[in-house]
Antibody, heavy 119, light 109 residues
Framework: QVQLQESGPGLVKPSQTLSLTCIVS??????????WSWIRQSPGKGLEWIGD???????YHNPSLNGRVTMSLDTSRTQFSLKLNSLTAADTAVYSC???????????WGQGTLVTVSS | QSVLTQPPSASGTPGQRVSISCSGS???????VYWYQRLPGTAPKVLIY???QRPSGVPDRFSGSKSGTSASLAISGLRSDDEGDYYC???????????FGGGTKLTVL
């Protein structure tokens, strides 16, 4: 059974950088059949795709985030990470990681972690 | 940034059939649509993939269809534990992003 678990700070100050990690169990990030994604949901709003990273390390990000996103894989291939810089209150959201494919969509999700941007 | 349009709310009584629409444009016409269910306090769950396919474990009460730039999710035999938020999603070729609908809050009366 594939499981994903997000970890990171619950509170970050404006203008700082958010760093989140997604720990993957039950699968290997080395599989070329899938991509590994970050998706967020701001309070009272819908889902917003942040970006995908592939086993090759190549990542694709939502242009609406204006180049503030960095995604990476760790060398053990058991976790992947998100960095989002220049935070504002508008970045307050529940951040979720997921495993996806163009065939099945976002098939497995983590529970999500609430990140609040506030001084 | 929703470029997929869903009604904000839908409702029905137990046992009824409800339908949730999702409309888009551009590459939505030729790409797959996916439907996700988010129940209170839980992670989203994929209900429909490739526009009309159900993952194993999803009851056949849930069905998806798509024609042109419109898609819909139908739920038959409505149950109280179907209450939650439902989202459509698709890959947008022109923006090179995954896009989600704004979500539909389903209430079982």
């Amino acid at each position: 059974q594939v499981q994903l678990q997000e970890s990171g700070p619950g509170l970050v100050k404006p203008s700082q950088t958010l760093s989140l990690t997604c720990i993957v169990s039950g699968d290997s990030i080395n599989s070329g059949d899938y991509f590994w994604s970050w998706i967020r949901q701001s309070p009272g709003k819908g889902l917003e795709w942040i970006g995908d990273i592939y086993y090759s390390g190549i990542s694709y990000h939502n242009p609406s985030l204006n180049g503030r996103v960095t995604m990476s894989l760790d060398t053990s291939r058991t976790q992947f990470s998100l960095k989002l810089n220049s935070l504002t209150a508008a970045d307050t959201a529940v951040y979720s990681c997921a495993r996806g494919s163009f065939d099945l969509g976002f098939e497995y999700w983590g529970q999500g972690t609430l990140v609040t941007v506030s001084s | 940034q929703s470029v997929l349009t869903q009604p904000p709310s839908a409702s029905g009584t137990p046992g009824q059939r409800v339908s949730i629409s999702c409309s888009g444009s551009g590459s939505f016409e030729t790409n797959y649509v996916y439907w996700y269910q988010r129940l209170p306090g839980t992670a989203p769950k994929v209900l429909i993939y490739r526009s009309n396919q159900r993952p194993s474990g999803v009851p056949d009460r849930f069905s998806g269809s798509k024609s042109g730039t419109s898609a819909s999710l139908a739920i038959s035999g409505l149950r109280s534990d179907d209450e939650g938020d439902y989202y459509c999603a698709a890959w947008d070729d022109s923006l090179a992003v995954w896009v989600f609908g704004g979500g539909t809050k389903l209430t079982v009366l």
